[in-house]
């Protein structure tokens, strides 16, 4: 497929000029955008909203941590968050009734926790880290496209800013951190629903929702039920996030206020009902539909897409901002090398597409097999053998980019998964045949990922 480029034409504009323009200020464009200022390239990054801004998506990994390290805002984030040890599993089908994963009992022993954050707070310290290190930051900027020239010289971007001026960019090199947006991703056609994984979402903020004790205060804990599975994040300040993710035939079954509906689905959950026993509401009630998808494309030959504006899958392993920002320093690398160094650029941009789908696919393939029985047995009645457990752990950390030797572990675990599915057959095959059925219900009433 050729390059398209936006039909935005506006000779009368100024142009400015930079050395690279990154399309959104969330972990993903803050990341990229703070590495590249600081190995003194020009780099603008335009951010639609305005920070501190509400964002899902609280829980952290052990993973980041050295990211957080290397970017030089580990105790600010340290300053907003609650440590979390850990991973809670909570199923109405086991006897164990509950099963408590510790980061510490990884492969690798040396990142035993992580943090749960106020995303507004956490994403306001990336994007302001970024203007410290010398990216230039504008907000309330929105992007609305960006033409490339035909000889890959470099791309103007047209933004408007919120008083409705326009704004165009000459920059050699684009990189798409705009989430959801995923503003390369429509325009280039190569946006696509993730036919294998459809979810929607609903979700909000509480106070007073009853904590565990000591260390395991800050854990996160996955509730499944009948219609997918609940998040409970507890945060710093006192307040918790709850969420539920649900196939999209439950959501759209939805006859009755967001909010009432989402409170009737906490109903159907009584061990986090229980949690919930003397909790108030303290935000409005979101809802968010078909949510997994993919790009086709991870690159051109001067613009990469990272973090969600490349993919993004079920949120339940919480790999969401680990992933953005791994995307981002491996996306500062690449741009580096491209502009430094062009005829590296065809390996840089080669290995950069490597790294970038490694994360969704690994993740992926135990995001869509969460919900099977064969799959919550393994999870509630977890074994070590073949270190299986610390491999799994590992990749629950995030922990799957360096040299952790959890591969072949990962791999009898899967082979696990796949003989006591095939011991089970009737059961298996069941509920394979509910999980399309819960996809196609959708699919057949025309809906697409947005």
């Known amino acids: 497929m ?11 504009t100024a142009l400015s000029e930079c050395d690279v323009l990154v399309i959104g200020g969330g972990p993903a464009g803050s990341t990229v955008g703070a590495l590249l200022a600081q190995r003194g390239h020009k780099v603008v990054v335009l951010e639609k909203e305005h920070h501190p801004r509400f964002h899902i998506g609280e829980s952290l990994l052990p993973a980041n941590l ?12 340290k300053a907003i968050g609650i440590e979390k040890w850990g991973a809670e599993f909570v199923s109405p089908w086991h006897d164990s009734k509950s099963q408590t994963f510790k980061f510490g009992d990884a492969w690798d022993k040396s990142m035993p926790f992580s943090y749960q954050v106020r995303r507004s707070e956490f994403d306001e310290i990336l994007i302001r880290n970024a203007a410290r290190l010398g990216a230039e930051v504008i ?3 929105r992007v609305k496209g960006v033409a490339f020239a035909t000889d890959h010289s470099g791309a103007t971007v047209h933004a408007q800013h919120e008083d409705g001026s326009i704004q165009q960019w000459r920059a050699r090199f684009v990189v798409d951190a705009s989430g959801r947006d995923t503003l390369l991703g429509k325009q280039f056609d190569v946006k696509r629903r993730n036919a294998k994984h459809n979810s929607s979402a609903l979700y909000a903020h509480f106070t007073g929702v009853t904590r565990h004790a000591g260390q395991d205060e800050g854990n996160i804990t996955i509730f499944w039920f ?60 979101e809802a968010t539909g ?65 790294q970038v789908r490694l994360g969704p696919k690994e993740f992926s393939w135990f995001i869509y097999r969460v919900t099977n029985p064969a799959m919550r047995d393994m999870f509630m009645g977890p074994s070590n053998v073949w270190r299986v457990k610390e491999a799994l752990l590992s990749m629950l950390a995030g922990d799957i980019f360096g040299k952790t030797p ?36 959708v699919e057949d009433a025309g809906s697409s990922a947005r």
Not at 229 to 241: N, Y
Not at 244 to 251: H, R
Not at 300 to 309: E, M, Q, V
């Open 226 to 285: 009948e219609h997918g599975w609940f998040w409970l994040i507890p945060l710093a300040d006192g307040a918790t996030s709850i969420g539920a993710v649900v196939w999209p035939y439950y959501l759209k079954s939805r006859t009755k206020p967001v909010k009432d509906f989402f409170l009737d689905t906490i109903a159907m959950c009584p061990a986090l009902t229980e949690r919930l026993a003397h909790a108030t509401l303290l935000s409005d009630v």
């Open 290 to 354: 078909n949510f997994a998808y993919a790009c086709e494309r991870t690159h051109g030959p001067n613009y990469l897409l990272i973090g969600d504006a490349f993919s993004f899958i079920d949120p339940v392993f919480s790999s969401g901002v680990m992933l953005a920002m791994q995307g981002g320093f491996v996306g500062a690398e690449t741009v580096d090398t491209c502009l430094r160094e062009p005829a590296k650029a065809a390996s840089a941009l080669a290995h950069f597409d490597q």
């Open 406 to 441: 959890i591969w072949r572990s990962l791999a009898a675990l899967k082979a696990i998964f796949y003989i006591a599915s095939a011991w089970n057959f009737k059961r298996s095959w069941q509920a394979m045949r509910l999980r399309k059925a819960n996809i196609r219900v």
């Open 139 to 141: 907000e309330g900027c």
């Open 2 to 12: 050729t390059e398209q480029s936006s039909p935005i034409t506006s000779s009368s």
């Open 66 to 77: 050295p990211l957080f390290e290397k970017l030089g805002v580990a105790d600010a984030v």
